[in-house]
């Protein structure tokens, strides 16, 4: 919530004529990697409390605030490689993506065999 406030109050010191020193589209961008981290944690943490494979979650929202501080180093260091910039994100999405998956799988797996146990399933 806090992050949309202060995207909100970004766009109105823009709005009234405000540069912020030339900084408007790092501050804009800083603000709304926060703000789709924040979100990202906040879920996962909902979803950690619930589910008995704490590791993975643990693990992808590991791998979220690394993408998030590669993103704002991108944003506000110049001397930071285009090359090596994708490598590291690239990398890091594929990692998320497979412990996503590896979620999934073993979640569906145990509700299978949860069910078979109750006789829910042949």
């Known amino acids: 919530m806090g992050s949309v406030v202060s995207l909100a109050a970004v766009g109105l010191l823009v709005l009234w004529g405000s540069t912020l020193g030339g900084l408007v589209g790092e501050v804009t961008l800083s603000l709304l990697v926060v703000a789709v981290l924040s979100g990202v944690l906040i879920a996962l943490?909902?979803?950690r409390a619930r589910s008995q494979y704490g590791w993975i979650t643990t693990a992808v929202a590991s791998l979220s605030v690394a993408l998030g501080l590669l993103f704002l180093a991108k944003i506000w260091m110049s001397g930071l490689d285009h090359a090596v910039f994708a490598k590291l994100a690239g990398t890091l999405v594929i990692l998320?993506?497979?412990?996503?998956?590896?979620?999934?799988a073993t979640a569906d797996l145990s509700e299978d065999r949860k069910l078979?146990?109750?006789n829910y399933l042949d």
Do not use: I, P, S
């Open 45 to 47: 943490t909902l979803h």
């Open 116 to 118: 078979r146990e109750q």
């Open 96 to 104: 998320l993506v497979v412990l996503a998956f590896l979620g999934a």
